[in-house]
């Protein structure tokens, strides 16, 4: 079984849905994070969480929200959904020992906003 | 924003050597340079990391100079697997990580 699991793995929604974004993971890391990717393009950070109380917003925050549920779930809500947060979405966790950090990304979502 | 500079892309013929730049000049003495790699539209995936000596694992060597403010990433025999985008990062143990837009290695037959 994958370490990192996201679901859905593919969404097609329509512009003001709410929709949910969930990732799991089975590593017992305390450290996840949400990317997106827009084609072409690099990851860019949306939201991160160091332990299970702490949120904190990335590079682009903005129309999303998260919600650290427990230390193997993070999910991700878009409240209002828009064409342009069609996209790939990446959720990862991180080995934090001896002072390094190794992540370790899920499968992805695709998303799709009409 | 990324605290990394890398060419957009890079040829590199199979079964030779592939040496990706990276440039990190105002990196931290608490900062790790980190590698990944991205195939096609998956998860990126961990290759190696290092503070300031070389490492080495099954994948790749790492390469950073003695200041620090470059490295290169070797692949001592690419193959057409190893075509990739592949990611250069800074980050310390308190800082969240962020991806720039990193070099697509393109494996030519």
């Known amino acids: 079984d994958a370490d990192v699991t996201q679901t859905p793995r593919n969404r097609i929604t329509k512009t003001g849905k709410r929709i949910m974004l969930e990732c799991s993971q089975t590593?017992?890391?305390?450290?996840m994070y949400w990317y997106r990717q827009d084609p072409g393009l690099g990851l860019r950070l949306i939201y991160y969480s160091f332990d299970v109380k702490d949120i904190n917003k990335g590079e682009i925050s903005d129309g999303y929200s998260v919600s650290r549920q427990a230390q193997a779930k993070f999910s991700l809500s878009l409240e209002s959904a828009i064409p342009n947060q069609t996209a790939l979405y990446f959720c990862?966790?991180?080995?934090f020992g001896r002072g390094q950090e190794t992540q370790y990304f899920g499968p992805g979502t695709r998303l799709l906003v009409l | 924003d990324a605290k990394t500079t890398q060419p957009p892309s890079m040829d590199c013929a199979e079964g030779r050597a592939a040496n990706l730049p990276c440039n990190h000049s105002?990196?931290?003495?608490?900062?790790?340079v980190y590698w990944y790699r991205q195939i096609h539209s998956q998860g990126p995936q961990y290759i190696i990391h290092g503070l300031k000596n070389n490492e080495t694992n099954e994948m790749a060597s790492l390469i950073i100079t003695e200041d620090r403010k470059s490295s290169t990433l070797i692949l001592p025999h690419a193959t057409l697997r190893d075509t990739a985008v592949y990611y250069c990062i800074v980050t310390n143990r308190d800082d969240k990580i962020i991806f720039g837009k990193g070099t697509r290695l393109h494996i030519l037959p």
């Open positions: 990862a966790t991180s080995d």
């Open positions: 590593k017992g890391h305390d450290r």
């Open positions: 105002t990196i931290s003495g608490n900062e790790y």
